[in-house]
């Protein structure tokens, strides 16, 4: 290879002679290099691609190695649709963790409502969301976030604004937290922004600090109502079903005994009549036979049992006469 040399303050120095041909195929290759890095790209799992030709919309690629037009005639821009995002109202975390730590105090204008009966809220919530459109999200609003923020606080300004105080910090958290939901999805619709709100979740909803004492004292009192309530409601439960049972009791008893008592009586006046028909068959032996009835149920019970003759006399003083010997024992 020829080779040029130079004076470089007075020191000859030697270059190598790089001819045309050479050149030539540096360009070559660096064209290459160009083209290949700019031709071939790869959109995550979690992405998809969104092409654009000369700034304008072609298409939109899923995951996997992709070819584009090279030297800037294509460019492509990844979006992550799969992602949840979080945006907060009224607070911010200051440091995540088993210990999540919050900013509240510099945020109030966010979190400061008025509701429907013209009380305060402090009301902090927050709004996860994913991008469902990439081409609406990209190109139809200048700044999606921002947008986001603003329609979420209007919209859950105008909830608050519906409802009392009550209803705000106690009992209606989850309807407005749905309302809210269905309000701010419908609004960014309507902008085409390409954002699908996954929830709203309610946070803290607290009463303005300087009132903060006079609402927990409030608050203090229905929870006594309230339990002294569950208390009179528990006895309730557990003294009336008592007594029910006890009254079908004592029906139940007096219906079997009814029962015992009609059953008797009917049992009582077949056997008479049983008796009656057969004495009317045969007086005689059936009147012998009721006498011997009679005697083997009197007789077990007597102490003593003469037999007397039929041509006895004196019995009387037979009978006295034991008496007294008893007596005397």
């Not at 040399?5 to 290459?32: Q, R, W, Y």
């Amino acid at each position: 290879m020829a080779r040029k040399t130079i004076n470089v303050g007075g020191e000859i120095i030697e270059l190598p002679d790089v001819s045309k041909k050479m050149v030539f195929i540096g360009g070559i290759a660096f064209l290459a290099l160009i083209f290949v890095f700019t031709s071939f790209y790869t959109v995550d799992t979690n992405e998809v691609g969104v092409i654009q030709r000369f700034g304008a919309y072609i298409r939109t690629t899923q995951p996997g190695l992709h070819f584009r037009i090279p030297f800037g005639t294509e460019t492509v821009t990844k979006v992550k649709v799969q992602n949840v995002y979080k945006e907060e109202f009224g607070f911010r975390t200051a440091q995540a963790g088993v210990r999540t730590q919050y900013l509240r105090d510099t945020f109030s204008d966010e979190s400061l409502m008025l509701t429907g009966d013209l009380n305060s809220a402090l009301v902090e919530w927050i709004v996860q969301y994913r991008i469902n459109d990439p081409v609406k999200y990209l190109f139809n609003v200048r700044n999606v976030r921002e947008t986001l923020r603003d329609v979420s606080e209007s919209v859950m300004r105008q909830v608050v604004g519906d409802r009392s105080v009550d209803e705000v910090i106690v009992l209606g958290r989850q309807e407005i937290e749905d309302e809210a939901q269905r309000l701010t999805q419908s609004v960014l619709d309507d902008y085409a922004t390409g954002l699908k709100v996954v929830t709203i979740k309610l946070q803290d909803v607290n009463p303005p600090k300087p009132v903060q004492p006079a609402f927990n004292e409030v608050n203090e009192a229905r929870q006594e109502k309230e339990r002294i309530i569950n208390q009179a409601l528990e006895a309730y439960n557990k003294i009336i079903p008592q007594a029910e049972g006890q009254a079908k009791q004592a029906i139940s008893e007096a219906e079997g005994y009814a029962l015992n008592r009609v059953n008797r009586a009917k049992g009582d006046a077949a056997k008479f009549l049983a008796v009656w028909r057969e004495y009317s068959k045969a007086k005689d032996v059936t009147r012998r036979r009721l006498y011997l009835e009679t005697m083997l149920e009197v007789l077990p019970n007597i102490e003593n049992i003469y037999v007397v003759d039929e041509q006895q006399q004196g019995l009387i003083q037979l009978l006295q006469l034991g008496k007294k010997e008893v007596a005397s024992k």
